[in-house]
């Protein structure tokens, strides 16, 4: 039986890193207009999601990927690429920030709070309590919205 032909490692390396970066328009292309629609693909993987992050020996896998990737390849990615892209992805952020942020700071706006006790006053925590409980009330609230998950 004959074994499989395939070029070197070093060589597929090289070619990905040469010719890939060229490839950014095929890749804005791409997300401009999808041949499927990213939203629709996503909520009908829900079965498979919900199989994989409840597999038996998911956590063995979990820290296994972790383990082979190790700190070093975190580290080195994150200084790497990740330095670079910070500023940029957080202005690209903006827009998403404030929409995102804007429910819960309607909510601490609306909440009333208990009177404030002197300071060091356990009574005090009730406060915490109030907001605590309205944000998360919130929250469920915005990812629920009016999805039944079977």
Known sequence: MAKAKVRSTDEITKKFIEVTPGRSGYYAVGVEDPLEDWETNTVMAMAAYKGAVTAADIGRRFVGGAKRA??????RKSVDVGVDRYGPGVAASEMDFRIGIEPYVSVIAATDLPDRKPRG???????????????HAKRL???GAGVTVK
């Open 141 to 143: 609230a915005l990812i």
């Open 121 to 135: 006053d356990p009574e005090n925590m009730k406060r915490v309590t109030v907001i605590a409980t309205a944000l």
């Open 70 to 75: 190790g700190t070093g390849k975190w580290k």
